[in-house]
């Protein structure tokens, strides 16, 4: 059962590691809170800033991929 699967791959991931199950499984409003979350946390880490500009280019959103939640 893939829903089972993707439990047991986000039971045993990290914070960073679970955005990226998010993605492969589609799960779009997954994936933008879980890096959000993390961009929050942690905002000048590189790893999840690199991540969080890629899922936004990938869907269009140059623009605003940059930019800090302050702004």
Known sequence: ???AQLQEQL???TPLEK??????????YETVA????L???SPNDANIRMQ????????GLEKVATKSFSE
């Open 1 to 3: 059962d893939s829903e």
């Open 34 to 37: 879980t890096l959000a979350s």
């Open 11 to 13: 039971a045993a991931a």
């Open 52 to 59: 969080w500009q890629e899922l936004l280019n990938s869907v």
């Open 19 to 28: 955005a990226s199950i998010y993605g492969r499984a589609g799960l779009w």
């Open 39 to 41: 961009r929050e946390v």
